[in-house]
């Protein structure tokens, strides 16, 4: 029989953790997937802390995720399947699978695909994976049953960014950034969902903004003081999708590009947290 390499870790959710509507914020569920990630990346010693030995990093360049139930409340466990799931020239991949509470076909909410490569700590340049790793020992690591199912979507900044509805400025701070100094992967996140939020002009006393789809595409990274440009509008041709674009500062150079496929119902009294 071969053995699983996937890692499963469980995670209490947190008050603190958690948005308006009730359900852990999409941002601390992706730290934590980042977190049983390295834990499975351990296995063939290419986790964060023995990638720095090596002057070696992680670099997340695209996430597909899919929720088919509501995330997680504080109080319940959130459960992380993560594995790897295949190499594609010197991008790896990963899967994540989100359960609520226990691991059961109905208990799951949620899955991902995400792709990264492997780049220089010290200057963020790619390095061909057989660098770090062994490739024969990753391939035998690697799912079986979805290494052929690799498939992350590819978003076009097809924005009109002058007449563009919503858009607004921030400053990377501090509280931001990562050891590498740069914005966090996960707080790109937070803004697009910010920005879609302000174009639907959600209420959040009243309204919860049910998330069925999220789509990122990582294009360039932002350092500490650096201020991003966040863009959003309607998919024409999906009206129930909006699209986010993330550019640096003034000018054209792209940081991001996300898309996220979206609901919005009245609250309940059950909603509320407290």
């Known amino acids: 029989m071969k053995a699983s390499y996937h890692s499963v870790e469980t995670y209490r959710v947190m008050f603190q953790d958690c948005a308006p509507c009730g359900q852990i914020h999409l941002h601390r569920l992706m730290d934590y997937a980042q977190d049983c990630d390295d834990r499975n990346c351990l296995m063939l010693d290419i986790d964060s802390k ?60 949620g899955t991902a695909t995400s792709g990264w490569i492997l780049a220089r700590a010290d200057n963020h340049k790619p390095l061909r994976p057989a660098q770090v790793l062994d490739l024969d020992e990753f391939a035998a690591m690697s799912d079986p049953q979805v290494a052929n199912k690799i498939e992350l979507p590819r978003i076009k900044a097809e924005i009109n960014h002058l007449p563009a509805p919503s858009r607004f400025n921030y400053l990377v701070g501090l509280g931001d950034v990562d050891m590498n100094t740069h914005l966090h992967n996960t707080h790109y996140i937070r803004l697009a969902l910010d920005a879609a939020s302000r174009l639907l002009k959600l209420d959040p006393h009243r309204q919860n903004l049910l998330l069925k789809v999220f789509h990122i595409t990582y294009k360039a990274e932002v350092d500490y003081g650096q201020t991003l440009e966040i863009i959003a509008d309607l998919d024409l041709d999906e009206p129930s999708c909006v699209k986010v674009v993330g550019k640096l500062g003034s000018s054209e150079v792209i940081s991001f590009l996300a898309k996220l496929g979206y609901g919005i119902v009245d609250r309940i009294p059950e909603d509320n947290p407290a």
């Open 50 to 109: 023995s990638l720095r030995e090596k002057n070696a990093c992680w670099i997340l360049i695209g996430n597909s995720l899919h929720f088919s139930a509501l995330r997680p409340r504080a109080g319940d466990l959130l459960i992380v399947d993560s594995s790897s799931i295949g190499l594609d020239g010197i991008r790896l991949h990963r899967g994540n699978k989100y359960y609520r509470n226990r691991v059961s076909d109905d208990s799951l909410f």
